[in-house]
């Protein structure tokens, strides 16, 4: 069955039909040849193919179906519903509705589900019946709610493995077909998406087939096939409002915070917490205490730069392939002392485990002296070490010995935390019992990526991430954003993908408040991911940013600047300036860390990677207009197809170390028709991507007006960090830093969407509007006083 298509099916017979004959019966009328009043007939069907019992009243039908009843005409040219895929939607007009069809002797009912025959050698499709009707040219028809199985939604047949095969997907997608199509009845059992495994198989039926999610074309989306999602505690959402207005949504002071519901994130991957920061400040407007307590990464000033914005955040610097593999090692010693279900027996763990915990542990002690050849005798050589507190938990060698393993970290009984250490688990003698804060982690689970993860191998790497959430019961929906859709002056377009427990509602993708023309092919698999307006709705978005209305008030710099923290020394120019440059203290959820609080209001990361002496002459060269680059060089000529190619009337000219001015990397690149290399960006520009290197060989990043490449602070802006959040580690790490990182906007903007679903305050659809724009929901009150110069 193909995504999204419209079923061309096949009658089951090529039998004619006699629309002349009228037959009448015990309770039943045939569909060659309906009455001609909607009073109720009894007629005799002379087939197995037909309608059953009255008609619906033609009130009630014209009601519930008003546009079968538009036009005498056979076809009426109009959209059905939003949940019609057909550009050119085709409504057959009908002359009257059943309840009740008759097909080779079954009886089917509205609600009904059905196999509807597929072409030839395909298995059959499996619909759920929601209308009968005769159409006017005495046709039978019904409508199908399509059922898919997962090898026909987006996770496609390559990882449709990773689902039950029983499992299908109720889809949003109807249509009509003719009655013959349906080949037999089937049933589809209902099951909560969260049941245990046990009480499941109890609830399928013998057709093997059950249901626990639906499925939609927009934006890719598995959600609860239940409705209804259950109401948080209401102290936790209680004064909390989701009409937040835009002088509002920033007005948030400590003691409005600390009555905020309060919910934890676990960053992987952290980088410098572009990310977590944007999620807790749109969170934050949406009235929940996002906290970043665990932020994962292997690079430890990237983290340094997140615990330093967030001080309640606990940095773990090391790889997330360990932390995942922590994870995994965490859940099976839950599952070895039967945590994660209390009414399943520990695996391996005899029944003198539960008599050593009520003997205090005294058994246990024994055992372990009989195992080891000891007698309790009393020997002086024997010390006893005291667990008094564990501190942390890992998965890796944190003693550098050479074993990798889980390893809890320990505080000893009696002595200082110079004494703590890392023991493995499985050599902590005695019995102890591991707790997990509740009986299941309620989680959310938002993945980024760049949109090559669609185009590589057909999506298989994008098909597979949805694949495995729904493989866990976890609703999942995708959405493709550009940045600067949200408020900053680069375009950027990254995939992300939600994630849901099933008894959390699943968030919804924010549409853009800026006007930014897209750049780039969208995978035409997945054009129903792109986060945008419909051509055909009014929206008023603000004009898209333009690079000086972010970088043009920041002081000149030279290319061997080495002063790291600085003092503005000029004024605001534009609104984006104004509340970028918004301090510490003032910026909603970017707690005031006493370490640096003596360095509110400076200017941080002001830096532009040094280029060698010879990058420095060429840069020096460079026009300073619009649209220059290294073609404006001397020895160079742009000709046919737009290639560049020697100036065969001139020598090649030479830098004062003797290499050339224009090198031979910058002729071939992308077979000498790029303008990247040495590119001037200007002032009324949107930039394309900032990226994680600096040098001006292969990308445009040079300063419109100064020889040099933008500085580490200047791309942060493009990425609308705060100039607040100050950065960690090397100039060239720094960069990287800011380059990997999720637009701040983005990221302010999916964590207000967050903050409305955890506290069941939005709908179901895909799709919502911000009521704040970008960076002006920085600000903790309506009102800016001052321009942010110092």
């Known amino acids: 069955m193909g995504k999204g298509s419209k079923r061309k099916l096949q009658n089951k017979t090529d039998e004619s039909i006699d629309s002349e004959s009228e037959t009448q019966g015990q309770g039943v009328t045939t569909l060659l040849d309906p009455p001609k009043s909607k009073k109720a007939r009894k007629v005799v069907p002379d087939s197995d193919l037909c309608l059953v019992g009255p008609p619906i009243a033609a009130d009630e039908a014209r009601q519930r179906w008003p546009l ?160 209804e999602i259950s109401k948080k505690d209401s102290s936790a959402s209680s004064g909390v409002s989701s009409d937040c207005e835009s002088n509002e949504c920033g007005s948030n002071n400590a003691s409005s915070e600390a009555q905020k519901p309060q919910k934890y994130l676990l960053d992987l991957y952290s980088g410098c917490g572009a990310m977590s920061t944007g999620l807790c400040m749109g969170a934050s407007l949406a009235g929940v205490k996002l906290v970043t307590r665990w932020a994962v990464d292997i690079n430890s000033f990237a983290c340094k730069s997140l615990q330093w914005n967030h001080p309640e955040t606990k940095v773990r610097n090391e790889a997330a392939e360990d932390f995942l593999s922590l994870l995994k090692e965490w859940e099976k010693l839950c599952k070895k002392f039967s945590l994660l279900d209390p009414k399943k027996p520990s695996e391996d763990v005899s029944s003198e485990v539960v008599e050593e915990e009520d003997d205090d542990g005294q058994g246990c002690e024994e055992e372990e002296k009989e195992k080891e050849g000891q007698d309790d005798s009393g020997s002086e050589d024997s010390e006893e070490f005291e667990v008094e507190r564990f501190l942390d938990i890992c998965y890796g060698d944190p003693n550098q010995i050479g074993k990798r393993g889980l390893y809890l970290k320990v505080r000893w009984k009696g002595y200082d935390n110079s ?77 992300f993908l939600w994630g849901s427990h099933p008894s959390e509602k699943l968030p919804p993708y924010p549409l853009p408040t800026h006007e930014v023309l897209s750049r780039g092919l969208v995978p035409n698999e997945f054009e129903e991911i792109h986060v945008a307006y419909d051509k055909k709705d009014s929206c008023k978005l603000k004009g898209a940013l333009t690079l000086g209305d972010a970088i043009s008030d920041l002081p000149q710099v030279n290319n061997d600047e080495s002063q790291d923290q600085r003092n503005y020394g000029t004024k605001a120019l534009t609104e984006f300036q104004k509340f970028i440059r918004l301090q510490r203290k003032d910026v909603i959820y970017l707690s005031v860390d006493s370490r640096h609080a003596s360095s509110s209001g400076m200017l941080y990361d002001h830096q532009p990677l040094q280029l060698n002496a010879d990058d420095l002459e060429r840069v020096c060269q460079i026009p300073k207009k619009k649209g220059a680059n290294f073609r404006d060089l001397p020895g160079v000529v742009v000709g046919a197809n737009n ?148």
């Open 68 to 227: 079968r009843y538009q036009s005498k005409n056979k076809v009426r040219k109009q959209a059905v519903s939003e949940t019609s895929n057909d550009e050119d939607n085709e409504v057959l007009q009908a002359r009257n509705h059943y309840t009740e069809a008759m097909v080779d002797g079954c009886l089917y009912k509205l609600g009904d589900n059905a196999y509807v025959k597929a072409e030839d050698g395909s298995p059959d499709y499996i619909a759920r019946i929601v209308e009968f009707f005769e159409t006017v040219d005495r046709e039978p028809y019904f409508k199908a709610q399509w059922f898919y199985r997962a090898a026909d939604t987006v996770i496609n047949k390559e990882n449709a493995h990773l689902i039950d095969k029983r499992r299908v997907f109720l889809s949003d997608i109807q249509d009509d077909n003719p009655l013959n199509c349906i080949v037999s009845k089937v049933e589809i059992a209902e099951v909560a998406p969260d049941i245990d495994l046990a009480a499941k198989e109890g609830k399928i039926p013998e057709s093997g087939l059950y249901c626990n999610m639906k499925y939609s074309l927009q934006h890719l989306t598995f959600k609860n096939i239940f409705t």
């Open 419 to 495: 004494y703590d250490t890392w023991e493995p688990i499985e050599g902590l003698r005695g019995v102890f019992i591991l707790y997990v804060e509740g009986p299941h982690v309620k989680a959310y689970v938002l993945m980024e990526n760049v949109v090559d993860i669609l185009k590589f191998a057909k999506g298989f790497l994008g098909r597979y991430a949805v694949g495995r959430l729904v493989s866990m019961n976890y609703q999942a929906r995708m959405g493709m954003m550009a940045a600067g859709n949200y408020g900053v002056p680069q375009f950027r377009m990254r995939v």
């Open 643 to 790: 290639r560049v190619e020697w100036d065969s009337t001139m020598d090649r000219v030479l830098l004062k170390s003797g290499k050339p001015l224009v090198p031979d990397y910058a002729m071939k690149f992308v077979k000498g028709r790029s303008t990247k290399p040495f590119g001037r960006l200007w002032t009324d520009e949107i930039v394309n991507t900032v990226v994680t290197r600096a040098e001006p060989h292969n990308q445009a990043l040079i300063h419109p007006s100064q020889d040099r490449v933008l500085t580490i602070r200047e791309n942060a802006r493009l990425q609308g960090f705060p100039d607040c959040y100050k950065l960690f580690g090397t100039i060239k790490e720094r960069y990287i830093q800011v380059g990997n990182a999720v637009a701040v906007p983005v990221a302010t903007a999916l964590g207000y969407a967050f903050g409305l679903a955890c506290q069941d305050l939005c709908n179901d659809e895909p799709l919502m509007t911000l009521p704040f724009k970008y960076p002006n929901c920085l600000a903790r009150s309506s009102k800016v006083e001052g321009d942010g110069s110092d």
